[in-house]
């Protein structure tokens, strides 16, 4: 059962709701054994703000420490005990394809966005996204979430990332001093902050490409200011990839 985001109580006047909650450890303990699902954190952070700020603060931290423990391990091995864009934005972007309404930030694709069961990042990929001045930053990259035989566009591929530490990287300090503009309406489908246009600010390498298996020409990706990531390229056709990696 789907429920609608309250931003109020939607207990009584006379419930607990006003007094207090469970115990935190209780829900932890209870989640726990639940294997963190997501799909009930989700619902949880609808019954109010008491458990919206609890699945924010505590739940989606450890759905991401266990969906992805080493690259959680890494993104908070500079001292931080925080992700840029919260907990909860990281947790969409560990199963959650975005997709595309035609019109928005990737004009004629059409896909909507969707879960996924499960999804590889890899640290070795994000560099192929950098240009050699930035290759010291981090980035963790998806592998393309396919969509085959979408008409014109070919077969699409979504990806997705984040930077570790983007406010003190060298991706967001270029794109700053080459006054790169923010879209104007669109936001990150994941902590809907603004988003730059690494295809616009010129920053997609050749060997993003290579590493995606698609079209040099066919690759666009933003970034958010928190460092999110999402993109979209059209995948070469599966024998012309093969031919590639032999040559």
Known sequence: MILAKQYRCIHSASCLCTKGH???????LVFHQLNWNPTLIATLSCVCKWFDDLA??????EFC??????????????????IDGNWRALGKLLLYCSGCSKGGLFNNIDIPGHFVHKTRFSRTSGKSFLLPQCRTDVLYVSDPCEHLDQGDE???GFFRGIFKCFAMSKVRKILINRGAPLHPTEVCPYCKAKLWNMLQAKMIPSSASC???AYED???YYVC????VLGTCTLLPLSDTEEASEE
């Open 65 to 82: 420490k266990t969906r992805a423990p080493k690259m959680m391990l890494d993104l908070q091995s500079s001292g931080s005990h925080s």
């Open 211 to 213: 590493r995606l298996g």
């Open 154 to 156: 070919g077969d699409v």
């Open 225 to 228: 200011l928190n460092g999110h």
């Open 22 to 28: 469970l115990n935190e450890e209780v829900i932890f």
């Open 218 to 220: 066919c690759i666009e």
């Open 56 to 61: 924010k603060r505590v739940l989606w931290k």
